[in-house]
């Protein structure tokens, strides 16, 4: 309908975005229909309405965002811990899974294995792991430090 | 605008955009206690998220990204509709220099508006609320939403309609624009 079309031109109007050619049109359409016109007067009361004057910040907001910025500096390891964690458990389980996959590939017997080699790749696992957890602390850090890169 | 990163105070950011961010928050939580605590979340959010603005934006167009989510985080967590505007916050819409009665009509409609504004589906809230309450442009608006812009004028269109008919539904019927005239000229 072309009423629908002229109802937006009208909110285009009251936003300064119309170009001369659209507000003679516009000028022309509302001149011969009355809900258009209806509708221009209820769409620029409610523009009005919601002509707000702003509401002044707390005197006492900058200070107290000053000092929560002040208690986090305080707190510099509270995300490390854990993600220090997840990239232990991490590595962890992709050491583990690499050394499954490598003993199935091999075609090992798990059970014919001797008890203190279990030790051994446990050992093998938790020093790979605290390895790349390292590593990829790292990695993290330069990102952090230079998110441009 | 100046890079957080840079020489640039933050405490001067904070000053510059304390008013801006109350407002928002304001206009989505409708209390003077949970819009202070919302402000104060927002501007540490961005202190710690500052390494992570990528100049891919206005340094602005980024803050208000992450003013509107952690608004929207905000509200999610509270799980509870925004609570009527109070009176003495209204009372700094309205020049001192009115009489009371007519002030407290203007307060009313103040916070009836925000009120009726906070009612409206979370899509035409954001955008009501950042083109009318922070005057940002539709280009601003846009970026900040990562929207298209055709989408926040399509936007702006369907919720300014859904606030009139919301808006004439609580009248009573009454004419919007008359009533309007009354409450401007009591």
Known sequence: ????????????????????????????????????????????????????????????????????????????????????????????????????LLFFFLGVDFLSL??????????????????LESWLSGLWNVWARFPSL | MEDLEASLDFDTFVSEFQHTFYNLAYSYVQNEADAEDLCQEIFLKLYMKQTQFRHQCQLSTWSYRIAVNTCLDFLRKQKRRPQRAELDAARALSPPSQEPESRLVREDTASHVRRLVTQLPAKYRDVIILYHFLQLSYEEIAKALELPLRTVETRLY???????????????????????????NP
Not at chain 1, 16 to 22: F, K, Q, S
Not at chain 1, 114 to 131: D, G, Q, T
């Open chain 2, 158 to 184: 369907r919720g300014r309609n859904k606030l009139k008919e919301q808006m004439i539904r609580e009248m009573g019927g009454d004419d919007l624009a008359v009533q309007q005239v009354q409450n401007l």
């Open chain 1, 1 to 100: 309908m072309q009423c629908n079309k002229y109802r937006i031109l009208i909110h285009k109007q009251l936003d300064g975005r119309a170009t001369e050619l659209e507000i003679r049109q516009l000028r022309q359409h509302l001149d011969t229909c009355p809900n258009c016109s209806r509708y221009q007067e209820e769409t620029t009361a409610l523009m009005e309405s919601l002509r707000l004057t702003p509401l002044p910040a707390p005197p006492g907001l900058q200070a107290c965002v000053a000092q929560r910025i002040q208690n986090q500096r305080r707190e510099p390891s509270s995300r490390k811990p854990s993600l220090t964690t997840g990239l232990l458990l991490g590595s962890s389980c992709i050491a583990a899974g690499c050394l499954v």
């Open chain 1, 114 to 131: 001797p008890a203190n080699i279990y030790e051994h790749l446990s050992l093998f696992i938790s020093n790979f792991s605290v390895s």
